[in-house]
């Protein structure tokens, strides 16, 4: 591979069109509107509110792309939400699964077969089920089984919809009161920081000012791991690393604070020798965590921690640090997820490489459809 100055490919439009044809990075781009237009799809979703029995727990059922969304709610219904709500990626439910489960599959195809089997395992157990999708299969089912149904634009990748499949299931549980308090500010708010950034990390700005493309530049021919801090920190890492493996085509490691201070810690012990010499480790962090709180408070025990372990693996890999943006757990949690989408593209165009492609993933389909059983 002919390696090119950075600015020569993130700072140049021909460049990045000519290996992006299908346009990754102006689905990007349109994140904050694709935002706003999927709560408005939630808002016409609560139309479709029957009366129902009550919900003792809430179950997100979905793969990939589909899937993180309900990683997003999980953190926001932690915060103040009234009951338990869990993600199942896989062709089961959990046992608990019953008639006072609420269940919401997701599946932006329609098609994918772990969460076909999941949603027809919610139905037979009389779960309450409600589905997001942009038709397929699973849309044929809801309807014929007439659960609420919420239609979402179809044609694009699930990783590069995740407004169509959040905002709707979010807007959904708000008006079902799963919510201890109103969170139409935390929306409002979230919608405005989205604008922002997409202003500022968009791929007009030079890779000079562009956090987005500094980050890329960083990643280049590296290995990223990348750690979270605390629960919604955990799920921003999960999302670049997903993302960096879908678009830009290489592999990435999350994990999370406090978690990885009583294990993977030590793996840093021989790594500078053995493994770590193209490492990058990007840590996500809260900027609660750099407020003068309490000695006793959690935020600042995090912030500590992750200060100490700097300090510890900074000789064995290059650092960088994220701090989210915004006042609410939602917005907060968008910035670092918007963030890292930008920067896996930004990376894919430095790997000369489409990040819309995913044979490997089609080849791995088309094999299990001829599989039996």
């Not at 397929?136 to 179809?154: F, M, N, T």
């Not at 003068?292 to 640090?321: F, M, N, Q, W, Y």
């Not at 968008?334 to 894919?348: C, H, M």
């Amino acid at each position: 591979m002919v390696v090119k100055p950075i600015s020569e490919i993130l700072d140049s439009p021909a460049q990045m069109k000519a290996l992006d044809p299908s346009d990754m990075l102006g689905l990007t781009v349109d994140f904050p509107n694709q935002c706003r237009r999927g709560a408005e799809l939630g808002r016409q979703f609560e139309r479709d509110i029957r009366p129902q029995t009550s919900i003792q727990n809430i179950v997100v059922t979905g793969m990939g792309g589909s899937a993180i969304g309900g990683d997003m709610l999980r953190c926001l219904i932690e915060e103040a939400g009234v009951v338990p709500l869990s993600v199942n990626r896989s062709y089961d439910l959990p046992g608990y699964v019953g008639s006072h489960t609420l269940v919401i599959a997701a599946s932006y195809s329609g098609n994918t077969e772990e969460t076909l089997a999941s949603y027809k395992v919610a139905h037979s157990r009389r779960a309450q089920v409600v589905v997001i999708t942009s038709g397929g299969s699973l849309a044929e089912l809801a309807r014929k089984d007439k659960v609420p149904l919420c239609i979402i634009p179809g044609g694009q990748p699930p990783r590069a919809s995740t407004g169509y499949l959040f905002f709707p299931a979010l807007i959904y549980l708000v008006s079902r009161g799963f919510f201890n308090r109103d969170l139409s500010g935390d929306i409002d708010e979230s919608l405005q920081l989205m604008a922002k950034m997409q202003a500022e990390l968009g791929p007009e700005v030079p890779a000079v000012g562009n956090e987005a493309k500094k980050i890329a530049e960083q990643l280049y021919r590296r290995l990223p791991v990348i750690y979270g801090s605390q629960d919604y920190g955990g799920v921003a890492a999960l999302r670049w690393r997903t993302q960096i493996n879908e678009n830009a085509k290489c592999l990435a490691f999350p994990y999370a604070f406090p978690e990885m201070n009583h294990n993977e810690i030590l793996g840093w012990t021989l790594a500078h020798k053995l493994q770590s010499r193209n490492f990058t480790t990007v840590i996500l962090q809260d900027p609660s965590e750099f407020e003068a709180l309490p000695g006793g408070d959690p935020r600042r025990r995090i912030g500590r921690r992750i200060e100490v372990t700097k300090d510890l693996i900074h000789r064995a890999t290059r650092l960088i640090s994220v701090v989210a943006r915004g006042e609410s757990l939602l917005s907060r949690m968008l910035s670092l997820i918007y963030l890292g989408d930008f920067a896996s593209v930004y990376l894919a165009y430095l790997n000369q490489i489409d990040p819309t492609n995913i044979d490997n993933i089609n080849v791995l389909k088309a094999k299990m459809a001829k599989l039996r059983g």
